[in-house]
T-cell receptor, first 112, second 112 residues
């Protein structure tokens, strides 16, 4: 079945370092992936969308890559800050591959 | 411009009761969807709609009904609540397949 997988283990990094989060997909080929941030008790907030023909996309300290050969998207936060601590989710956009849901997300903790 | 508004924020139901979770958006979005989020399970798609009068099932539709009579509203009905439906429910909307999804603040439902 179609699946989105993220590392469910929490990622702890030191402030100022680059955080790299992984999203792997199996049994389908999404034309695009989105990345969201979710803080405790709140709904997800959109960060970036990357299409399959875009190898890389940037927004301020955020960078997303999309490797269709590896079936993987990487999400990078450079110069990480404690305020970046949250859970990060990847998913195909709602309205696209409807049966495929969000990954479980990766919880990032940036340590001062 | 309120975005996506969900009501209520909290609800406790007894097993067998029915209720409707409300979702409204004021962005004129065609796509709307309902998710549930459980610990360790991530966001799972319940139902979605690509426009007024059009709905379809997601990954976990059993026990839930939806309708979309207007562009703005997408209510989720629990027909006969069960403890397994204890969860946090999120409604989301997006303008199109390739644009970001906006999420509501969530409804925390407990079924006893």
């Amino acid at each position: 079945s179609q699946k989105i997988e993220q590392n469910s283990e929490a990622l702890n990094i030191q402030e100022g370092k680059t955080a790299t989060l992984t999203c792997n997909y199996t049994n389908y080929s999404p034309a695009y992936l989105q990345w969201y941030r979710q803080d405790p008790g709140r709904g997800p907030v959109f960060l970036l969308l990357i299409r399959e023909n875009e190898k890389e996309k940037r927004k301020e300290r955020l960078k997303v890559t999309f490797d269709t050969t590896l079936k993987q998207s990487l999400f990078h936060i450079t110069a990480s800050q404690p305020a970046d601590s949250a859970t990060y989710l990847c998913a195909p956009p709602p309205g696209g591959y409807q049966k495929v849901t969000f990954g479980t997300g990766t919880k990032l903790q940036v340590i001062p | 411009n309120a975005g996506v508004t969900q009501t209520p924020k909290f609800q406790v139901l007894k097993t067998g009761q029915s209720m409707t979770l409300q979702c409204a958006q004021d962005m004129n979005h065609e796509y709307m969807s309902w998710y549930r989020q459980d610990p360790g399970m991530g966001l799972r798609l319940i139902h979605y709609s690509v426009g007024a009068g059009i709905t379809d099932q997601g990954e976990v539709p059993n026990g839930y009904n939806v309708s979309r009579s207007t562009t703005e509203d997408f209510p989720l009905r629990l027909l006969s609540a069960a403890p397994s439906q204890t969860s946090v429910y999120f409604c989301a909307s997006s303008y199109s397949k390739t644009t970001e999804a906006f999420f509501g603040q969530g409804t925390r439902l407990t079924v006893v």
